[in-house]
């Protein structure tokens, strides 16, 4: 394998680690604008995985099976809200418990599909780019959901930075109250964002089972969820920040891979926690400066609103 063929090869790997990180990524920095932290992002990714797979085997249309997986992770999303938005339980208990029974859930529904083989998602085929050296196969070669992606953070970006709606988000992020007082729903603006989140973390579980590894494991996120949560905060909340730590994380993960593939003399057991490992290095680096986590980190991040006063 020549350079350019060696450096193609770890570039699509990146992309194909990165991209469940992204979607979850981006659904959660969303729902975190909003005020609402739901931990329950690894939860959600596991049932929108074995739904997606599920749907996709079952009618062998993998846009319907995308889809189920996308209304399974809002469906998770709409019970974490209604516990917390509606009844006021604490969201750090909640998202822990959604993601317990997202876990347990999942493993339920997934037994009969254990095994199974499903053709994997298409990659797109442009005649005379996909096959271009190098640039053909990372640009144009790659399957719907890397695209839906870097549409999504866009998006998100543009809804956030340039439209009303967006602007009316950040505001019942950082004070929900004078939201409040100024005539906006805060519950209503804070539901819809906590289903965003489900529907990209069901997206992102749904990249797993059908794209990136096309069969069905138990707990096949393997921490992905927890991750993503540490995105957002390595990204201070910010959409063009996350490609660059989704894709940092995702350059770890694959890493892993090619250190055991050259035969470097590391324990595997230690190869294989090198994800973590870096998102406590850098969750503990972006703590040191409470300064900045103070400045960029929504007002009111977790706090209950109660419109009853």
């Given at each position: 394998?020549?350079?350019?063929?060696?450096?193609?090869?770890?570039t699509?790997?990146?992309?194909?680690?990165?991209?469940p990180?992204?979607?979850?990524?981006?659904?959660?920095?969303?729902?975190?604008?909003?005020?609402?932290?739901?931990?329950?992002?690894?939860?959600?990714?596991?049932?929108?995985?074995?739904?997606?797979?599920?749907?996709?085997?079952?009618?062998?249309?993998?846009?319907?099976?995308?889809?189920?997986?996308?209304f399974?992770?809002?469906?998770?999303?709409?019970?974490?809200?209604?516990?917390?938005?509606?009844?006021?339980?604490?969201?750090?208990?909640?998202?822990?418990?959604?993601?317990?029974?997202?876990?347990?859930?999942?493993?339920?529904?997934?037994?009969?599909?254990?095994?199974?083989?499903?053709?994997?998602?298409?990659?797109?085929?442009?005649?005379?780019?996909?096959?271009?050296?190098?640039?053909?196969?990372?640009?144009?070669?790659?399957?719907?959901?890397?695209y839906?992606?870097?549409?999504?953070?866009?998006?998100?970006?543009?809804?956030l930075?340039?439209?009303?709606g967006?602007?009316?988000?950040?505001?019942?992020?950082?004070?929900?109250?004078?939201?409040?007082a100024?005539g906006y729903?805060?519950?209503?603006?804070?539901?819809r964002?906590?289903?965003?989140?489900?529907?990209?973390?069901?997206?992102?579980?749904?990249?797993?089972?059908?794209?990136?590894?096309?069969?069905?494991?138990e707990?096949m996120?393997?921490?992905?969820?927890?991750?993503?949560?540490a995105l957002?905060?390595?990204?201070?909340?910010?959409?063009s920040?996350?490609?660059?730590?989704?894709?940092?994380?995702?350059?770890?993960?694959?890493?892993?891979?090619?250190?055991?593939?050259l035969?470097?003399?590391?324990?595997?057991q230690?190869?294989?926690?090198?994800?973590?490992?870096?998102?406590?290095?850098?969750?503990?680096?972006?703590?040191s400066?409470?300064?900045?986590?103070?400045?960029?980190?929504?007002?009111?991040?977790?706090?209950?609103?109660?419109?009853?006063?």
């Amino acid at each position: 394998m020549n350079g350019a063929e060696l450096f193609t090869s770890i570039t699509l790997s990146v992309i194909s680690a990165a991209t469940p990180l992204l979607l979850a990524a981006t659904g959660e920095l969303v729902t975190e604008k909003s005020g609402v932290l739901n931990l329950g992002v690894e939860g959600m990714m596991l049932v929108g995985a074995v739904i997606g797979f599920a749907t996709t085997l079952g009618t062998g249309s993998a846009v319907l099976g995308v889809a189920a997986a996308a209304f399974a992770g809002a469906a998770m999303a709409l019970a974490f809200a209604v516990l917390t938005l509606s009844l006021l339980a604490n969201q750090v208990a909640t998202g822990l418990a959604l993601t317990i029974f997202g876990i347990g859930l999942s493993a339920l529904i997934g037994s009969a599909y254990v095994g199974q083989p499903l053709k994997p998602l298409p990659k797109l085929d442009i005649a005379g780019l996909t096959t271009l050296p190098v640039i053909g196969p990372i640009v144009f070669g790659q399957d719907a959901l890397v695209y839906l992606s870097f549409a999504a953070l866009i998006g998100v970006s543009w809804f956030l930075a340039r439209s009303h709606g967006g602007l009316v988000l950040r505001a019942v992020g950082d004070s929900h109250d004078a939201a409040h007082a100024i005539g906006y729903d805060v519950i209503r603006i804070r539901y819809r964002a906590t289903l965003f989140g489900g529907a990209m973390a069901g997206i992102a579980g749904s990249y797993l089972s059908l794209a990136y590894t096309p069969m069905w494991a138990e707990n096949m996120t393997a921490g992905r969820g927890w991750i993503a949560l540490a995105l957002v905060v390595f990204a201070a909340w910010r959409p063009s920040r996350l490609l660059l730590g989704a894709y940092l994380f995702g350059g770890i993960t694959i890493l892993q891979l090619h250190i055991q593939g050259l035969g470097i003399a590391i324990p595997s057991q230690f190869v294989s926690m090198l994800p973590y490992l870096a998102t406590i290095l850098v969750l503990v680096a972006i703590s040191s400066d409470r300064t900045r986590v103070r400045l960029n980190t929504p007002a009111c991040l977790g706090r209950p609103f109660n419109a009853a006063g």
